[in-house]
Nanobody, 121 residues
């Protein structure tokens, strides 16, 4: 089993920045990819960014390209999401997720509890 704990959310003005962190514990050796998702009130959860374990290849949703950067510290079993130039429409609960080796691409097996990001105009 893997446990994921997010931190770093909060209230920020439009144009500001936040860095989210996700610390993994437990059977972290089973993790292949890690990602961030978000869910705004009344909307479905959507993909934000992901990063592979070995090569560190990052993938972003279109709305995050140029503004968001995902990175990981394998030694600390932590993944980060640096968010710059934040907009009110970025307001959502942000979730960290992890994929196990053997799972299909895009299938996330573990989820964190989420951290609230609120961007004021």
């Amino acid at each position: 089993q893997v446990q994921l704990v997010e931190s770093g959310g909060g209230l920020v003005q439009a144009g500001g920045s936040l860095r989210l962190s996700c610390a993994a514990s437990g059977s972290t050796f089973t993790i292949r990819d890690m990602g961030w998702f978000r869910q705004a009130p009344g909307k479905e959860r959507e993909f934000v960014a992901s990063i592979t374990r070995v090569v560190g290849t990052a993938n972003y949703a279109d709305f995050g390209k140029g503004r968001f950067t995902i990175s990981r510290d394998s030694a600390k079993n932590t993944v980060y999401l640096q968010m710059n130039s934040l907009k009110p429409e970025d307001t959502a609960i942000y979730y960290c997720a992890a994929t196990q080796y053997g799972s299909s691409h895009g299938v996330y097996d573990y989820w964190g509890q989420g951290t609230q990001v609120t961007v004021s105009s």
